[in-house]
Structures are given as structure tokens and as C-alpha cells.
């Protein structure tokens, strides 16, 4: 469907007429009123059940005013064939509704971690992917930072994992907080976390990364308190690899916790 709203309507009126005018140029035992739910249906899964409210009336004045025309219609009759349409058509938004409900639900299982509401690891990647091809073609800056919460495993073991659970929800919001809208939040696993940055090179990546964690220090220094070990790998070349950048991001966080945890170390590709 077009972008536009006003190109994806016109779109919809101009099936909704099309199968106006082949209900009206068909003989009258050729029903072919039913066809209204098609647009009916196209609208309330890309405009929302109120537009297919808006479109099930529209479809209802058509079809009377074709049956209207054809000899031996009552008024009686006619009315409760646009009443049974309605009712059809509501139940089918209904469906419809709750179809497309689901759908978002299982598209956002499937791309987000459910105790931190980041994209989970395999979405992360595909957005990695995705940046590096257009660092191929547009020759543009990027940056990954990598990191990882200092003796996470000591606050688990000490006051349990519900305690941890609501520090690492603490942790992405955060991160979120922290960096800038455009960039991409992720939960690699465990108490690992990166952030994808595009257009930054390599001294804006480190002052971020320094920012974080400071951040994190301010945000988690009660009981239990928190640090992370943060690597971060900019410039990212043409010529990298989604594989090979998240090995390197890795290595240059654990670079940072053999260094004495609690800091940023930047490495290049």
C-alpha cells in the first residue's frame, strides 16, 4: 500500500467503486455485495477498526441503493440485507482487530527482550547488518559500544534475581536515557548490553562511553551498586563484518575489565 494516507484512501474508495459498478452493471441474481467486505477488510488492517466501521456504512449505501433499483426490492427486505452485512462486517473487523493484535504482539516477541524492552540479540545484529551497508555505500561513521555489568553474578548470589532482573531493567532504561534517540539499544544476553551509533566516529564514541558510565555510577550506586566495563570499537570500515565487529567490541570490553572494570576502553577495527 502507499505511503500517503491520502493515496492508500483513494486506493480504497476506488476498489469500493469498482465493485459499485460491477454490482450495478451485473443482472440482479448475480449478488455480488459481499465483495464490499474486500475494501472493508484492507482498511481495518492497515487504517485501524474505526476506518472499517467508516467503509462497512459506505459499502451499506451502496449495496441499498443497488437493490433499490432492482425491481421487486421492499424497503423491509433491503434494510435487513444492509443490517446483515453490517453484522458480517463487524465480526470481521472484530477478527480482524484481534489478528492484527497478535501479529504485533509476536513481531515484538520476536525482535525485543522481554525483561528489558531493548531489541534482543539477534535484532541487534540484523541492525548491525544493516548500518554497515549503508557505511558501504555512503562512506559514513559508526560505532559500537560493547558492555558488560562488573560482578553481576556477586548481586544475583547475594540478594537474588529478582533484585537482578530489576537492576538490568534499571541498566537499559539507563542506557536509553543516555544516548541518543537514534541510536540502537540491545541486550546481548546475561548482563551484556550494546549500542549501535550511527554517524559518530571515533572521539564522540568514546565521550558517550564515558557518559554511560558515569551515568550507570550515578543511577546504581545504592545497595546493590553497579559498574560496567565498557568497549568500544570505532571507526567500523567498509569492510567489516557484522561477526568480526561484535568479536572485536567484545575483546575491547574485556580489555576494560583485565584493566580494572569500572571503564571504557576504545579500540579500532
Known amino acids: 500500500m502507499p505511503r500517503s494516507p491520502l493515496l492508500r484512501h ?3 474508495l476506488l476498489l469500493t467503486l469498482a465493485i459499485y459498478a460491477a454490482n450495478v452493471i ?52 433491503v434494510m435487513l440485507n444492509q443490517v446483515s452485512f453490517g453484522v458480517v462486517a463487524g465480526i470481521t473487523i472484530f477478527a ?19 525483561l528489558t524492552r531493548v531489541l534482543n540479540a539477534r535484532a541487534f545484529a540484523e541492525r548491525l547488518g544493516d548500518e554497515l551497508r549503508r557505511v558501504a555505500r555512503y562512506h559514513r561513521p559508526l560505532a559500537l559500544l ?6 553481576f553474578k556477586v548481586v544475583n548470589d547475594t540478594h537474588g534475581h529478582q533484585t537482578g532482573d530489576a537492576v538490568l531493567r534499571l541498566v537499559a532504561e ?3 536515557h543516555a544516548v541518543r534517540q537514534a541510536d540502537v539499544v540491545g541486550r546481548m544476553g546475561g548482563d551484556e548490553f550494546a549500542v549501535l551509533m550511527p554517524e559518530t566516529g571515533s572521539a564522540l564514541a568514546t565521550q558517550a562511553a564515558d557518559r554511560l558510565a558515569a551515568g550507570l555510577r550515578s543511577v546504581l550506586n545504592g545497595s546493590p551498586a553497579v559498574t560496567a566495563s565498557i ?3 570505532s571507526p ?8 568480526a565487529i561484535m568479536r572485536r567490541a567484545d575483546q575491547a570490553m574485556y580489555e576494560a575489565k583485565k584493566s580494572g572494570k569500572n571503564r571504557v576502553v576504545a579500540v579500532a577495527l
Open 10 to 12: 483513494g486506493a480504497y
Open 26 to 77: 451485473t443482472p440482479g441474481p448475480v449478488k455480488l455485495g459481499l465483495f464490499y467486505l474486500v475494501p472493508v477488510l484492507y482498511v481495518t488492517w492497515n487504517e485501524g477498526a474505526l476506518w472499517g466501521v467508516v467503509y462497512t456504512a459506505v459499502g451499506m449505501v451502496l449495496r441499498m441503493r443497488v437493490e433499490m433499483m432492482q425491481v421487486g426490492s421492499s424497503l423491509s427486505v
Open 96 to 114: 480482524f482487530q484481534h489478528i492484527r493484535r497478535n501479529e504485533s504482539l509476536l513481531r515484538d516477541l520476536a525482535t525485543h527482550d522481554q
Open 146 to 151: 560493547y558492555l558488560d555489568l562488573d560482578d
Open 174 to 176: 539507563a542506557i536509553r
Open 231 to 233: 568497549g568500544v570499537v
Open 236 to 243: 567500523i570500515t567498509q569492510e567489516a563484518d557484522t561477526d
